[in-house]
T-cell receptor, first 109, second 112 residues
Framework: QKEVEQNSGPLSVPEGAIASLNCTYSDRGSQSFFWYRQYSGKSPELIMSIYSNGDKEDGRFTAQLNKASQYVSLLIRDSQPSDSATYLC?????????FGAGTQVVVTP | DAGVIQSPRHEVTEMGQEVTLRCKPISGHDYLFWYRQTMMRGLELLIYFNNNVPIDDSGMPEDRFSAKMPNASFSTLKIQPSEPRDSAVYFCATGQEGSPLHFGNGTRLTVT
């Protein structure tokens, strides 16, 4: 079992709709959680961080964390073509940051 | 701040040659990570350092790979001898305890 798991996609989303991305992790002691966006040929860039159970909103992005279920999600509201990218879930366990394989999102006009 | 600086941006080499990748972290960041990214395997953690000390190198594929961090301003990842299956994008990322990592632009390595 991989330590951080994501659906690889691609996830096709109509422009203006909500994209929903999911991530599960295996280490129950994990302390901090991040979502990165990566455009093709570029390096990952941070879009959200979350440290405690519940929801965290930042603009069109909402991250949700449920430590009991070992589950992290990312919602992208009002999806735009510029949101087309691969979204990487990252989990920090005692200083070690591991990434999921990423979910490719394609926003169609 | 110039961010995490990696060099070279691209490296093309022949099988059997030694390859050295370099990374300059953001000043004040005490964690430094080396990742390798391929289409097949995604972003794999190779090794990470805390305060210049290697903490976990369990992701280093084999003895051909080695990494050093002689001081807080510099780290290298060396592959000797290189093989075609080492072709990938290698990222260096740095950060502070529990905080998000900042990535360099990566080094695209092609071994022919």
């Amino acid at each position: 079992q991989k330590e951080v798991e994501q659906n690889s996609g691609p996830l096709s989303v109509p422009e203006g709709a909500i994209a929903s991305l999911n991530c599960t992790y295996s280490d129950r002691g994990s302390q901090s959680f991040f979502w990165y966006r990566q455009y093709s040929g570029k390096s990952p860039e941070l879009i959200m961080s979350i440290y405690s159970n519940g929801d965290k909103e930042d603009g069109r992005f909402t991250a949700q964390l449920n430590k009991a279920s070992q589950y992290v999600s990312l919602l992208i509201r009002d999806s735009q073509p510029s949101d087309s990218a691969t979204y990487l879930c990252a989990v920090n366990s005692w200083g070690k940051l591991q990434f999921g394989a990423g979910t490719q999102v394609v926003v169609t006009p | 701040d110039a961010g995490v600086i990696q060099s070279p941006r691209h490296e093309v080499t022949e099988m059997g040659q030694e390859v050295t990748l370099r990374c300059k972290p953001i000043s004040g960041h005490d964690y430094l990570f080396w990742y390798r990214q391929t289409m097949m395997r995604g972003l794999e953690l190779l090794i990470y350092f805390n305060n210049n000390v290697p903490i976990d190198d369990s992701g280093m594929p084999e003895d051909r790979f080695s990494a050093k961090m002689p001081n807080a301003s510099f780290s290298t990842l060396k592959i000797q001898p290189s093989e075609p299956r080492d072709s990938a994008v290698y990222f260096c990322a740095t950060g502070q305890e529990g905080s998000p990592l900042h990535f360099g632009n990566g080094t695209r390595l092609t071994v022919t």
